[in-house]
Nanobody
Framework: QVQVVESGGGLVQAGGSLRLSCAAS????????LAWLRQAPGKQRERVAL???????DYADSVKDRFTISRDNAKNTVYLQMNSLKSEDTAVYYC?????????WGQGTQVTVSS
């Protein structure tokens, strides 16, 4: 059974940093692409970062040069390092992994950036 669990959210002041973690079980993250997405109140869910099985990364324009996605294969965990946070980064952040044509989502972690 595949499970993904996010952690690391919280309240931070604008300009601060947070690191989110997405730990997986039942699946090897090194072999499957994983994305971080976020959903702010009243807005559609948007993808902010992606890491492929080969380690290639992609970012939304709104977070480029501020967010970094990385993977620790030994821990089977993907991270999202978020720096220079802005109030508009406030959202629930989700990780999503794709395997065998199926999507698996975590429960989400709240990130709140105060201005």
């Amino acid at each position: 059974q595949v499970q993904v669990v996010e952690s690391g959210g919280g309240l931070v002041q604008a300009g601060g940093s947070l690191r989110l973690s997405c730990a997986a079980s039942g699946i090897a993250l090194s072999m499957n692409p994983l994305a971080w997405l976020r959903q702010a109140p009243g807005k559609q869910r948007e993808r902010v970062a992606l890491i492929s099985s080969g380690g290639d990364t992609d970012y939304a324009d709104s977070v480029k040069d501020r967010f970094t996605i990385s993977r620790d294969n030994a821990k089977n965990t993907v991270y999202l390092q978020m720096n220079s946070l802005k109030s508009e980064d406030t959202a629930v952040y989700y990780c999503r992994v794709v395997t065998n044509g199926r999507l698996y989502w975590g429960q989400g972690t709240q990130v709140t950036v105060s201005s």
